[in-house]
C-alpha cells in the first residue's frame, strides 16, 4: 500500500512536471517572422496606396484622438502627417494639436489665415526672430515640408492647438505679442520697455536664462504695465513665468520636477481645450502630433504618464477610441541604420522596414499574444507594444528643407 501510494506521488510530480514543461516550451518568443506576420506595406506619391493604406483609413474611421508619435524635424514624418491631414478631414477631424505652447499657436493660426501664404509667411517670421545657428522661435514648424503640412491643415479648416510649454527662444516673438495687447494710452513706454526687456533677456545666460528670467527686473517692470484687467495680456504673462518655471527646474538639475511640472501643465492646457471646444457631450476628434514620449500609452520611456496616457484614459471614459502611432525610420540620411546601438532595443521592428515604401506594423494582435502569455519578448519590445498600437516605419529619410 505504501509503495502504492509513493508510486501515484510519483506519477503525480512527473505528470505536472511534464505538463509544465509543455507548457514553457509552448512559449514563443517574438521573432521576425512575427512582425512580418502582422505587417503591411504602402506607398505615398500624391496619396496613400496600398493594404497599410486601408488599415490607417479604418482606425481614423473608428477613432475619436489620433496620437502621432514623430521623430522631430523629419521630411518623412511631415510628408505623412500631411497625407494623414487629408484622410482624417474626411472623417470630421477638425483639430490639430502640436508641441508648441498655446501662444505660439496662436501666431501659427495668423501665419496661415490665408493658407497660401503660409510658407511665406513662416519664412519671414524665423528671418525677423534670428534663424543663425538654427536659433528659431517656433519648433517643428523649420522645414518647408512642416509649412506644406501647416497649409494643408487649414485649407481643410482645421483648429491649430498648443498646449506645451512656450519655447526657449520664442520669448522676443511673444513679448512682441505682448505689447500688442497693451490697451493703455502711453504707448511710447510700452514700447520702451518692449525693448528693454528683450535686449535683457538676450543678455541673459543662456546656462541660467529661464531662471533669472523670473526675476529680472527689466521684464518684470514691462509686465507690470499691462492692467489686472487685461485678460489676455495676463493670459500670456502668466503662460510666460509658467514657462521659465518648467525650465527653470531643468536649470537647476531637477530633472524629475521639469518633466511632472511640464507634463501637468500639457495636460490642464489639453483638458481646457477639450472643454471648451466641446458640443454638449461631443468632443471634437483631434490629432495630436507630438515626439513620441508624450503620445504612449502607458508610460513614457523615462517612466512618466504623459499625454497619451491621460487621452487613452479620457476615451475610454468617453466610450471612444484613442489610436497611437509611433512613426519609426530604418533609413536616415542615405544609410542603413538597422545595426546602429541605438536601434539596437527595437531592432526586431527594424527587419520589416524597407527603402522605398511605407512599413506599418499593427501591434494589438502581438500585445495579446503577450498578455495572454503564448508568447515572449525582451522589455524594450514589450515597452513599444503597448505603449503604441501601430508603428510606422518610414522609407529613406532626411531632415526636413530649412524654410530660412
Known amino acids: 500500500m505504501k509503495w502504492s501510494i509513493r508510486i501515484q506521488k510519483v506519477s503525480s510530480f512527473l505528470f505536472l512536471f511534464v505538463i509544465s514543461t509543455t507548457c514553457l516550451a509552448q512559449k514563443h518568443a517574438l521573432d521576425a517572422s512575427d512582425i512580418k506576420e502582422y505587417t503591411r506595406y504602402f506607398t505615398l506619391n500624391d496619396r496613400f496606396k496600398g493594404e497599410g493604406a486601408e488599415l490607417i483609413q479604418e482606425e481614423l474611421a473608428s477613432s475619436q484622438f489620433v496620437l502621432f508619435g514623430e521623430l522631430h524635424n523629419s521630411q518623412q514624418s511631415a510628408l505623412f502627417f500631411n497625407e494623414l491631414l487629408k484622410i482624417a478631414a474626411k472623417h470630421r477631424y477638425n483639430t490639430l494639436i502640436a508641441e508648441v505652447g498655446p501662444f505660439t ?9 490665408v493658407p497660401e501664404e503660409t510658407t511665406g509667411n513662416l519664412r519671414q517670421l524665423y528671418q525677423r526672430y534670428n534663424s543663425k545657428n538654427n536659433r528659431y522661435p517656433i519648433p517643428f514648424f523649420k522645414g518647408k515640408e512642416d509649412a506644406t503640412f501647416l497649409t494643408t491643415a487649414r485649407k481643410l479648416n482645421f483648429d491649430v492647438w498648443g498646449i506645451d510649454q512656450e519655447f526657449a527662444l520664442a520669448f522676443p516673438m511673444l513679448f ?23 535686449k535683457a533677456w538676450n543678455k541673459i545666460s543662456e546656462k541660467h536664462q529661464s531662471c533669472e528670467s523670473l526675476e529680472n527686473a527689466t521684464i518684470a517692470g514691462f509686465f507690470s504695465l499691462f492692467s489686472s484687467s487685461n485678460a489676455k495680456a495676463q493670459e500670456l504673462i502668466t ?12 536649470e537647476n538639475g531637477e530633472y524629475g520636477k ?6 501637468a501643465y500639457m495636460k490642464e492646457n489639453l483638458e481646457r481645450k477639450l472643454e471648451e471646444a466641446r458640443q454638449g457631450d461631443q468632443y471634437p476628434k483631434v490629432l495630436i502630433k507630438m515626439g513620441s514620449y508624450h503620445t504612449t500609452k502607458v508610460k513614457s520611456p523615462i517612466g512618466y504618464k504623459d499625454v497619451g496616457h491621460w487621452v487613452d484614459s479620457l476615451a475610454s471614459e468617453l466610450g471612444s477610441k484613442s489610436m497611437h502611432i509611433r512613426f ?9 541604420q538597422f545595426k546602429s546601438k541605438s536601434y539596437a532595443p527595437v531592432q526586431l521592428f527594424m527587419t520589416v522596414g524597407l527603402p522605398d515604401q511605407w512599413a506599418l506594423i499593427d501591434l494589438r494582435p502581438i500585445r495579446r499574444k503577450i498578455a495572454s502569455g503564448i508568447w515572449t519578448a525582451k522589455q ?25
Open 176 to 198: 512682441d505679442q505682448l505689447a500688442g495687447l497693451y490697451t493703455g494710452a502711453d504707448k511710447g513706454t510700452v514700447n520702451n520697455a518692449l525693448e528693454d526687456s528683450k
Open 380 to 404: 524594450s519590445e514589450i515597452n513599444e507594444i503597448f505603449n503604441h498600437d501601430l508603428m510606422l516605419i518610414a522609407p529613406k529619410d532626411q531632415w526636413v528643407e530649412n524654410n530660412f
Open 239 to 250: 503662460a510666460i513665468r509658467k514657462s521659465w518655471q518648467i525650465y527653470c527646474h531643468h
Open 328 to 336: 519609426m525610420r530604418r533609413y536616415w540620411q542615405g544609410k542603413d
Open 258 to 263: 521639469n518633466n511632472t511640472t511640464r507634463i
Open 105 to 113: 499657436a496662436e501666431v501659427l493660426m495668423k501665419l496661415s489665415e
